[in-house]
């Protein structure tokens, strides 16, 4: 059975930094593109970001500059690091997979954590 477990989610005041981790069990994902989503209250699920198979990452525009996802296939676990946090990075924050080489868009997505709460306070 596949599982993307995330952790490192928590309550953080603006400008502060938090990492988030995802460790996938039940297949190896070093071939897979692996990223993350986010949640805001009363808003659509939103792409933050991607890592592809061989070390690229895209990035959405609201966190490019502040944000850095990075990898480790010898420990099948993707990492999203946040600097800089804003009040309007408040949401819940899921880590993604999918077979193909990229992805922007949730259709395209396979596998789905469970979902880590990140509040950023004033």
């Known amino acids: 059975q596949v599982q993307l477990v995330e952790s490192g989610g928590g309550l953080v005041q603006a400008g502060g930094s938090l990492r988030l981790s995802c460790t996938a069990s039940?297949?190896?994902?070093?071939?897979?593109?692996m990223g993350w989503f986010r949640q805001a209250p009363g808003k659509e699920r939103e792409f933050v970001g991607v890592?592809?198979?061989?070390?690229?990452?895209y990035y959405a525009d609201p966190v490019k500059g502040r944000f850095a996802i990075s990898r480790d296939n010898a420990k099948n676990t993707v990492y999203l690091q946040m600097n800089s946090l804003r009040l309007e990075d408040t949401a819940v924050y899921y880590c993604?997979?999918?077979?193909?080489?990229?992805?922007?868009?949730?259709?395209?997505?396979?596998?789905w954590g469970q979902g880590t709460q990140v509040t950023v306070s004033s």
């Open positions: 993604a997979a999918d077979h193909g080489f990229y992805f922007r868009s949730k259709d395209e997505i396979d596998y």
């Open positions: 039940g297949r190896t994902f070093s071939n897979y593109a």
């Open positions: 890592i592809t198979w061989n070390g690229a990452h």
